[in-house]
Nanobody, 129 residues
Framework: EVQLVESGGGFVQAGGSLRLSCAASGFTFDDYVIGWFRQAPGKEREGVSCSVRVGFSYYGDSVKGRFTISRDTAKNTVYLQLNSLKPEDTAVYYC???????????????????????WGQGTQVTVSS
């Protein structure tokens, strides 16, 4: 059974940091891309970052330079380090997994939540001003 379990969310003041974790099980970790998405109240789910493999990842424009994704293959875990947090980063953060498609497809589709078949339950991040 595929499982993705997020942790690490919380309440932080603007400018602060958090580290989110996504622990994966039930599939061959190295064969999958792991994406982080977020959804704020009343908004659509947004692609934040995607770990394709160790050392290869994508970032959304709104988080580039502030968030860092990393992948620990020994622990089957993907981390999302959130720095310089802003109130507009407040959302439920989800990780999702999908078998790795070819690079040309991934470049166009990594931001699209409907392209990921497995999802975690989400973790709340709240940033106060």
């Amino acid at each position: 059974e595929v499982q993705l379990v997020e942790s690490g969310g919380g309440f932080v003041q603007a400018g602060g940091s958090l580290r989110l974790s996504c622990a994966a099980s039930g599939f061959t970790f190295d064969d999958y891309v792991i994406g982080w998405f977020r959804q704020a109240p009343g908004k659509e789910r947004e692609g934040v970052s995607c770990s394709v493999r160790v050392g290869f990842s994508y970032y959304g424009d709104s988080v580039k330079g502030r968030f860092t994704i990393s992948r620990d293959t020994a622990k089957n875990t993907v981390y999302l380090q959130l720095n310089s947090l802003k109130p507009e980063d407040t959302a439920v953060y989800y990780c999702a997994a999908e078998p790795r498609p070819n690079p040309a497809v991934l470049l166009r589709l990594w931001r699209l939540p409907e392209r990921f078949r497995y999802w975690g339950q989400g973790t709340q991040v709240t940033v106060s001003s």
